[in-house]
T-cell receptor
Framework: GNSVTQMEGPVTLSEEAFLTINCTYTATGYPSLFWYVQYPGEGLQLLLKATKADDKGSNKGFEATYRKETTSFHLEKGSVQVSDSAVYFCALSRGAQKLVFGQGTRLTINP | GAVVSQHPSRVICKSGTSVKIECRSLDFQATTMFWYRQFPKQSLMLMATSNEGSKATYEQGVEKDKFLINHASLTLSTLTVTSAHPEDSSFYIC?????????????????????FGPGTRLTVL
């Protein structure tokens, strides 16, 4: 079946540190892959997505590359800010817009 | 960006009572909405797809008589947890995919994506 496994948190970093949150998936076919972010008190927001192998999604300094050979979609950012503190969810699309989520990774950035 | 609201944000009820949770798309029409459930430190699990004008479709293992879904209009879906028990305590989240039809109001740049509500925390005593 379809599943997403992401790095367990919580993750705590200092401002300007490099961030990696690992995400791997199992799926039938070729799903689209997503990273969603949830800020405190708000709904999930799409951060970035990739729809086919070798695609790179990017937004707000975050990047993730769709790696079919390793079934991965790791999230990276070169220099994090305090405002990046949130919960990050990796997800894949099963089709008909249905999403399968990872368990979420809570990120805290200290000044 | 587009807004999806949920009401209430938090509810505490006694075992055996029913609880209704509303999900509204505030600035676009949503013919389809999704309901998810999230347990602590676990991922969001899709429960059902709410379809305007037709019956909801439920994921395997989700009791449709327990979780009643009504898509009353193009902007409103409700989830009713019937005869709630402590094991129903969870965080319920709805989402609405952009369907292509904005409501009247300030122009918003929509994207081909889903918009999520902030969630409802249900605690059953």
């Amino acid at each position: 079946g379809n599943s997403v496994t992401q790095m367990e948190g919580p993750v705590t970093l200092s401002e300007e540190a490099f961030l990696t949150i690992n995400c791997t998936y199992t799926a039938t076919g070729y799903p689209s892959l997503f990273w969603y972010v949830q800020y405190p008190g708000e709904g999930l927001q799409l951060l970035l997505k990739a729809t086919k192998a070798d695609d790179k999604g990017s937004n707000k300094g975050f990047e993730a590359t769709y790696r079919k050979e390793t079934t991965s979609f790791h999230l990276e950012k070169g220099s994090v800010q305090v405002s990046d503190s949130a919960v990050y969810f990796c997800a894949l699309s099963r089709g008909a817009q249905k999403l399968v989520f990872g368990q979420g990774t809570r990120l805290t950035i200290n000044p | 960006g587009a807004v999806v609201s949920q009401h209430p944000s938090r509810v505490i009820c006694k075992s055996g009572t029913s609880v209704k949770i509303e999900c509204r798309s505030l600035d676009f029409q949503a013919t389809t909405m999704f309901w998810y459930r999230q347990f602590p430190k676990q991922s969001l699990m899709l429960m059902a797809t709410s379809n305007e004008g037709s019956k909801a479709t439920y994921e395997q293992g989700v009791e449709k008589d327990k979780f009643l879904i009504n898509h009353a209009s193009l902007t409103l879906s409700t989830l009713t947890v019937t005869s709630a028990h402590p094991e129903d305590s969870s965080f319920y989240i709805c989402s609405a995919p952009w369907g292509g039809t904005p409501l009247a109001g300030p122009h918003i740049e929509f994207t081909d994506t889903q918009y999520f509500g902030p969630g409802t925390r249900l605690t059953v005593l």
